[in-house]
């Protein structure tokens, strides 16, 4: 007979690099308690590595050594694990939109889940409860400048718009014009006021 821990590391090697593993998805080998002991056991070795609270990820082998998995990859995974929106801090938004120069240091990511961290390895990405307008048009390029505009904030929305109305092509300017009823006040009437004149 396998043991628990050798047919959780079975299972976790089976699936897609960044795919999160967590206790409630290995219940069919055995019950909560083991799985939780398991899990925890690996970690310590280094054959998993602890992202978050009751959320592994399998470190990924390279002839360079391991590493963990991209955090864009392991992100999305748990976005869709847990039925939550991640995306891109506005911060990030507005550096990808060429709104600012400023780099983001920390990796920051905004959801509608709770707000918390993740472990990868020694990157520490952070995860930001954020209001749903802000989520809006999630992986969409009007919902990215939503963000950026948001980071923004009021006094520098204006320019930004007008910028962004030269740089984005109409049907995503469009799309940002058609989401304004779900933006607050300043950022609609901001969005408003570049849309017609």
């Known amino acids: ?8 590391l079975a299972h ?4 897609p690099e960044g795919t999160p593993v967590s206790a409630k998805s290995l219940l069919h080998l055995g ?9 925890s056991r690996l970690a310590e ?14 470190p990924v082998t390279s002839r360079f050594g391991t590493r963990s998995p991209s955090v864009e990859q392991a992100v ?8 939550e929106v991640i995306v891109s801090s506005g911060a990030a938004a507005a ?49 990215e400048a939503v963000r950026a505009l948001a980071w923004l904030g009021p006094e520098k929305a204006e320019a930004a718009l007008m910028a962004l ?20 006040t300043w950022l609609a009437r901001s969005v408003g006021k570049a849309a017609h004149g």
């Open 45 to 58: 070795r280094g054959q998993l590595i602890r992202a978050g609270r009751g959320v592994y990820l399998r």
């Open 31 to 39: 019950n909560r308690a083991a799985v939780d002991q398991a899990l």
């Open 165 to 184: 109305k030269r740089k984005l092509p109409q049907t995503t300017f469009n799309e940002l014009v058609a989401a304004a009823p779900q933006l607050p």
């Open 12 to 15: 976790a090697e089976g699936l």
């Open 1 to 8: 007979m396998q043991r628990l821990s050798e047919q959780i």
């Open 95 to 143: 550096n990808t939109l060429g709104l600012t120069t400023q780099v983001p240091v920390r990796s920051v990511y905004l959801t509608s889940g709770r707000t918390r961290k993740m472990n990868l390895g020694k990157q520490v990405v952070e995860l930001r409860h954020a209001p749903r307008w802000q989520l809006a048009l999630a992986n969409r390029p009007a919902g």
């Open 76 to 83: 999305e995974a748990i976005a869709s694990q847990r039925g």
